[in-house]
């Protein structure tokens, strides 16, 4: 499933039976963490069948996408793997502060190939030689891989692993890399790796606690549809977004607690 995804940051299109063309018809273009792509990608769907709104979705890396959307991208909706990033955008009046949601809590696990040969159990076998490439996301601008670094260092194993690393541009493409056989394991998103074909296993968030992935959304302030917007968080963690986000393995507000 994943070795389908090849593209990342790409625009998926998910039209309604209504007319788009119509100017006073509300169409939302929402930027989203790389790590949503499988729960939106079924989420987004289910509220056009619901509303009539089409939705447009920009998957990325967080930081790459909060960039876009300060220099001025068409944006609708912003959600972001780490609350952090809206909350500085938030602070720019470039989102609207009250509009600031936590929306779920993300995890991250130790990936391979299931016949790859190599199954580690904890990250402190990532130490050993056979592993020599490594996939993360960019800690640079990636909150998954700023999590990932986070438990390499902890873990005691950063300085024997840094130069075995290989960086992805965001958490779905760090996937790839492993996935393909660029690299023989990669650190990713519980959410990815529970819809792929692949061998995995959990990261404690001990590991991780300067970088929880707390997840948050908003709305830029310059979407012209504030109101549909507004609908579509509400749909997310409504009955229906609910049970697809816990699907994917998101930690949800109501239930927050880590294991």
């Not at 990325?60 to 996408?65: K, M, V």
């Not at 492993?178 to 394991?185: C, K, P, Y």
Request: aromatic letters at 8%; glycine letters at 6%; one cysteine or more.
């Amino acid at each position: 499933m994943a070795r389908g995804w090849c593209v990342f940051l790409m625009t998926i299109l998910l039209l309604s039976g209504c007319n788009a063309e119509q100017p006073d018809t509300a169409s939302l273009t929402i930027a989203a963490a790389a790590d949503l792509m499988p729960a939106f990608t079924e989420i987004g769907p289910l509220f056009t069948a619901q509303t009539g709104i089409p939705v447009v979705f920009n998957f990325g890396s967080t930081g790459q996408l909060a960039q876009q959307i300060e220099r001025g991208a068409p944006v609708d909706l912003f959600y972001a793997a780490n609350r952090s990033f809206i909350e500085d955008l938030a602070a720019q009046q470039i989102v609207d502060p009250s509009s600031l949601t936590v929306y779920a809590q993300g995890r991250i696990t130790i990936w391979t190939r299931t016949d790859s040969g190599l199954q580690p159990q904890q990250i402190s076998d990532l130490a050993d030689p056979a592993y020599q490439r490594i996939a993360i996301a960019n800690p640079e601008h990636a909150p998954y891989g700023q999590a990932a670094r986070e438990a390499l260092e902890r873990s005691g194993i950063w300085a024997a692993v840094q130069d075995r690393l290989v960086f992805g541009e965001n958490v779905a493409q760090t996937l790839t890399l492993a996935d393909t056989g660029n690299v023989e394991v990669a650190i990713v998103a519980l959410s990815l790796s529970v819809q792929s074909n692949g061998y995995w296993v959990l990261i404690p968030t001990e590991l991780h606690p300067d970088h929880p992935l707390i997840q948050a959304a908003g709305i830029v302030r310059s979407s012209r549809y504030p109101t549909a917007a507004r609908q579509f968080m509400e749909f997310v963690n409504g009955p229906q977004g609910r049970p697809v986000m816990e699907k994917y393995g998101f930690v949800l507000p109501a239930t927050s607690q880590t294991r």
